[in-house]
């Protein structure tokens, strides 16, 4: 290990970035639903290394020199892993989509590393020896990991903190300090190994104390999350029975070739499934819930289907269903240059829409093309057909339709947000209607879903999550998965959710202030040790 530490310190050029961009990739071993932490330990080093014998430039090479290369290509390695799964949605398409592909997962791999090149020229300039070059690098990074999810409409998927979210026990600390108060200490955790070796005249178990620290809070936080788990009291609803439709409809893809009179009697019968000969069905069910993109036509434009609805629902039961809602002016007529929304219906058994929500955090080249005018040179257009892109809603989460408890409205991505899906309070519950079947048999469903579990114990809040093909779920206040059904299987799941975490969660009261706290420290005290002068040996 000191060999290889002394490596990459001496490495420069073309060598030292190769050998960052595969840590990197290394590293990305860590995210859901890999989570093999140890590559993390054994990727972040190699930043730190690669920093340590890093050259110093002046001018703007203190920003773009040597130091934002490292991060650069340490990032290019990292999400070119970690996010290589949203080719498959290439495959939808063929032709000149499918032939850029490889060059997109790239592209898109690079643009995010632009972040964390910034994080690294930054720590070089706050840089000093020791163990707090460790915390220099964390601090920069977690901040890089904040502006990434925020800026640009943001893009936080496979955020670093998630590594550090494996199993029920670890997950318990999202609800204390979030989704990038986890970044920053994974990032300072996974780190530590950089201080071991290469080897100086310290002893080893000098130079093991800050590898042992960081297992012991690694264990710290398993033992939070068995107390947390063991001593929080969840109380079931009584007014709320749901049943959850996972119905693998295909058309999606392709709005032309939709058939509305199956695709209806399709989500129909399945809604109708007896589980077991003693199964009411829908009669007893208060809640039915369809996905995303289950209906590739406006449903204001097929009548007769809303009628088979109202039919079959009981007068009890409220269907809510991802659908794209037409816009419609006071005066009945739809509204000119406004290509609809991505949105959340509830139907009551009448066939009226009683509440909506519109999606409102888009998905760039997904759901709308910037700079149409210029990619439409190239024939490129948004990956959802159809229309012509979707328009963004009003921003508001809190949906309230008459008989069922209020609830927190996410479609599709949303729900990848930590600590931006709305305000919890008064809410019963989370509902999340996705379509990932833009990304069958890759592993971007099962990460998908586990990004969206967090949002759960983050909120204190129970998760339903109704997917096209899967990943659909229920999850407890506490991110415990209370019933699933699993990637490209066919059939509805009925659950009874709980009450909320009583109280709220301490994330709910602080947001991402223990977060700011410890990254300002951080950098603070990183650039009081830079301004010091170092002793000569």
């Given at each position: 290990?000191?060999w290889?530490?002394?490596?990459v310190m001496?490495?420069?050029?073309w060598?030292?970035?190769?050998?960052v961009?595969?840590?990197g990739?290394?590293?990305?071993a860590?995210?859901p639903?890999?989570?093999l932490l140890?590559?993390?330990?054994?990727?972040?080093?190699i930043?730190v290394?690669?920093?340590d014998?890093?050259?110093?430039r002046?001018?703007w090479?203190?920003?773009?020199?040597p130091a934002f290369?490292?991060?650069?290509?340490?990032g290019?390695?990292?999400f070119?892993v970690?996010?290589?799964?949203?080719g498959?949605a290439?495959?939808?398409?063929?032709g000149l989509f499918l032939l850029?592909m490889?060059?997109?997962?790239?592209?898109?791999?690079?643009?995010l590393a632009?972040?964390?090149?910034?994080?690294?020229?930054?720590a070089q300039?706050l840089?000093s020896?020791?163990?707090?070059?460790?915390?220099t690098?964390?601090?920069c990074?977690?901040?890089?990991?904040?502006a990434r999810?925020?800026?640009?409409?943001?893009?936080?998927?496979?955020?670093?903190?998630?590594?550090l979210?494996?199993?029920d026990q670890?997950?318990?600390?999202?609800a204390?300090i979030g989704?990038?108060?986890l970044t920053f200490l994974a990032?300072?955790?996974?780190?530590?190994?950089?201080?071991?070796?290469?080897?100086?005249?310290?002893?080893?178990v000098?130079?093991l104390?800050?590898f042992f620290?960081?297992m012991?809070?690694i264990a710290a936080?398993?033992g939070?999350g068995?107390?947390?788990?063991?001593?929080?009291?969840?109380?079931?609803?009584?007014?709320?029975t749901a049943?959850?439709?996972?119905?693998?409809?295909?058309d999606h893809?392709?709005?032309?070739?939709?058939?509305?009179?199956?695709?209806?009697?399709r989500?129909?019968?399945?809604?109708?499934?007896r589980l077991?000969p003693?199964d009411?069905?829908l009669s007893?069910?208060s809640?039915?819930?369809?996905?995303?993109?289950?209906?590739p036509?406006?449903l204001?434009?097929?009548p007769?289907g809303?009628?088979?609805?109202?039919?079959?629902?009981?007068e009890t039961t409220?269907?809510?269903?991802g659908?794209?809602?037409?816009p419609i002016?006071d005066?009945?007529?739809?509204?000119?240059?406004n290509?609809?929304?991505?949105?959340?219906l509830?139907?009551?058994g009448?066939g009226?829409?009683?509440?909506?929500?519109d999606?409102s955090h888009?998905?760039?080249?997904?759901?709308?093309?910037?700079?149409?005018?210029?990619?439409?040179?190239?024939?490129i257009?948004?990956?959802?057909?159809?229309?012509?892109?979707?328009?963004p809603?009003d921003g508001?989460?809190?949906?309230?339709?008459?008989?069922?408890?209020?609830?927190?409205a996410?479609v599709?991505?949303?729900a990848v947000?930590?600590?931006?899906?709305?305000?919890?309070?008064g809410a019963?519950?989370i509902?999340n209607v996705t379509?990932?079947a833009w990304?069958?048999g890759?592993?971007?469903?099962e990460?998908h879903?586990?990004?969206?579990r967090?949002r759960?114990?983050e909120?204190?809040?129970?998760?339903?999550?109704?997917?096209?093909?899967g990943?659909?779920?229920?999850v407890d206040?506490?991110g415990?998965?209370?019933?699933?059904?699993?990637a490209l299987?066919?059939?509805?799941l009925?659950?009874?959710?709980?009450q909320p975490v009583?109280g709220g969660t301490?994330?709910?009261r602080l947001g991402?202030?223990?977060?700011?706290i410890?990254v300002?420290f951080?950098?603070?005290?990183?650039a009081?040790a830079?301004?010091r002068p170092?002793?000569s040996?």
């Open positions: 290990m000191t290889l530490a002394e490596t001496l490495s420069h050029g060598r030292r970035f190769l050998i961009v595969v840590a990739a290394v590293a990305a860590s995210v639903p890999f989570f140890p590559a993390l330990f054994v990727g972040l080093p930043w290394w690669a920093l014998g890093a050259e110093r002046r001018g090479g203190r920003l773009f020199g290369g490292i991060g650069l290509g340490f290019l390695g990292y070119t970690a996010l290589h799964w949203l498959a290439f495959l939808q398409q063929g850029l490889p060059f997109a997962i790239v592209a898109l791999a690079a643009l632009l972040f964390w090149g910034l994080a690294s020229a930054l300039l840089w020896g020791g163990a707090l070059r460790v915390v690098l964390a601090s990074l977690a901040l890089a990991e904040w999810g925020h800026l640009f409409s943001g893009f936080p998927f496979d955020l670093l903190g998630y590594a979210t494996a199993n670890m997950l318990q600390l999202a204390l989704t990038y108060g990032a300072l955790l996974a780190a530590s190994p950089a201080l071991i070796w290469p080897a100086d005249q310290r002893g080893l000098r130079r104390v800050p620290l960081a012991a809070a936080q398993l939070y068995a107390f947390r788990l063991e001593t929080t009291p969840l109380l079931p609803r009584t007014d709320m049943r959850l439709v996972q119905p693998m409809i295909l893809a392709d709005w032309s070739q939709g058939e509305p009179e199956a695709i209806v009697a989500l129909i019968g399945l809604s109708e499934t077991t003693a009411p069905g007893g069910i809640v039915l819930i369809w996905p995303e993109s289950v209906f036509f406006f204001s434009d097929y007769e809303l009628a088979r609805i109202a039919r079959a629902l009981p409220l269907l809510l269903t659908a794209p809602r037409e002016g005066d009945g007529v739809p509204i000119p240059d290509p609809g929304f991505n949105a959340i509830a139907i009551n009448a009226e829409t009683v509440a909506s929500y999606k888009l998905v760039p080249f997904g759901e709308y093309l910037p700079f149409p005018e210029f990619f439409r040179l190239f024939g257009t948004q990956f959802v057909p159809g229309t012509n892109g979707w328009a809603g508001r989460r809190l949906m309230s339709p008459p008989g069922v408890p209020p609830f927190l996410l599709c991505y949303e947000f930590p600590g931006d899906i709305g305000d919890p309070a019963g519950f509902l379509n990932d990304f069958d890759s592993i971007g469903p990460q879903a586990h990004h969206a967090l759960a114990v909120t204190g809040l129970p998760l339903l999550r109704a997917a096209n093909s990943v659909t779920l229920a206040p506490l415990r998965i209370t019933g699933r059904l699993a299987e066919t059939g509805v009925d659950v009874v959710p709980s009583a301490p994330f709910n991402d202030w223990p977060f700011w410890a300002l951080g950098i603070g005290a990183s009081v830079a301004r170092r002793r040996a």
